[in-house]
């Protein structure tokens, strides 16, 4: 029942066909303050409660042309799931009739003839208990404002973060990519880009948490990357950026503010790869011809947890028959019904088993993913590229 705010004090209706009965119930009313309606049967009460909205109704159980049993549950049909508080008063006190008036929606009843102390505390308690759920339902719609406001802003953030996205890839080394934000938009974010026409960049990261907050550091970073601004830095080599990175973003005083990343650099002329990886997943590298699997990986720690860390980068050779998949941990970190995580294991077998596919693209790993998935929803968000040689 939704308390009318408006009122100074509450309105109460009564509904009784005995005279005596009612004057009895507005004088009592009246000297405790309170407003009142009164009619003497249910037909009419279904009209005044449509008219006035009472904040509670003082029900008769027996009365003519309806009685209050057809009254009660018409005013609950009627009025729209809201919970209309009827104190049922009754000359029978028989469990039957008692379990008539709860069946049919009344929140408590009386018995005649009436007690006035008795009156005044189910009064009060009903009236007590109408008020604090008015606030609750109140209090939940309210949060449900935010969190459809909220929801809105996260939606038009994680377009914002597709829109920065770089396209597939095509000419010298094919690149593809499936991005799928969570409900919560994490902090995943990847780029790539020629810095010579012999050297293609590209990089992953994910940034702790998740929200606003988590994405505005992950665009950050890559437009600090994309515009190749961070100084001391030499960009064909990994471990001078994830160098100038964590020197630039530090974790902060809650624990915020770190992110893991994938950062290598392809030469064609060398055919090789020169990478750096701090705290992130390790790139997968697969031979398409005998499906041997190298992972690219290095022991350093995400950036933002040390200032003075001495990041390391490795090197491997590629063959034109390699594919490298950059991920994040969005991918495999899924929770089954059981309750177990999916796994990186199982991600590795599943990429082994489509390689030999002509037709496989990543939106298969995504879909079988979803599947996998115990909820609809993702909890972090699904960031994989797949480049070709």
């Known amino acids: 029942m939704n308390l009318n705010s408006s009122r100074e004090y509450p309105l109460i209706l009564i509904a009784d066909d005995d005279q005596s009965t009612r004057i009895l119930l507005r004088l009592i009313l009246k000297k405790d303050g309170y407003q009142v309606i009164e009619v003497e049967n249910g037909r009419e009460c279904l009209s005044a409660w449509q008219k006035h909205q009472p904040d509670m109704i003082l029900l008769d159980a027996m009365m003519p042309v309806m009685d209050g049993f057809e009254c009660c549950q018409q005013l609950n049909e009627i009025a729209n799931n809201l919970d209309i508080p009827v104190l049922m008063i009754t000359g029978l006190n028989d469990k039957e009739s008692v379990d008539r008036a709860f069946a049919v929606g009344a929140t408590d009843y009386i018995t005649k003839p009436i007690h006035p102390p008795v009156l005044r505390q189910r009064l009060a308690r009903i009236l007590k208990a109408a008020k604090a759920e008015a606030a609750l339902k109140q209090s939940e719609a309210k949060l449900l404002e935010q969190n459809n406001r909220l929801q809105a802003e996260l939606n038009q953030a994680a377009d914002y973060v597709g829109s920065l996205l770089p396209q597939p890839l095509t000419e010298k080394i094919n690149i593809e990519q499936h991005f799928a934000p969570s409900a919560q938009l994490g902090g995943d974010i990847f780029d790539y880009y020629w810095v010579d026409p012999n050297h293609l960049v590209i990089y992953l990261l994910d940034v702790a948490g998740h929200g606003v907050r988590s994405a505005l550091l992950s665009i950050s970073v890559l437009n600090i990357l994309r515009s190749q601004s961070l100084y001391n830095t030499d960009f064909y080599e990994p471990w001078t950026v994830l160098t ?45 011809n005998n499906q041997d699997i190298k992972y690219l990986d290095n022991n350093n720690i995400p950036i933002g947890m040390l200032d003075d860390y001495p990041f390391e980068q490795n090197f491997y050779s590629i063959s034109k028959d390699d594919n490298l998949y950059i991920l994040s941990d969005g991918v495999y970190e899924i929770p089954q019904i059981d309750g177990k995580i999916w796994g990186f294991d199982n991600l590795v077998r599943l990429i082994q088993k489509y390689q030999d596919n002509n037709n496989f693209n990543l939106a298969k790993v995504w879909q079988f993913v979803k599947k996998q998935h115990k909820d609809k929803v993702l909890d972090d968000d699904f960031s994989l590229l797949k480049i070709t040689f």
């Open 244 to 288: 100038e990175l964590n020197r630039t973003f530090q974790m902060n005083e809650t624990g915020d503010n770190y992110f893991t990343i994938w950062y290598g650099v392809i030469s064609l002329s060398e055919r090789e790869i020169v990478y750096a990886s701090a705290g992130h997943p390790p790139g997968i590298l697969v031979n398409r």
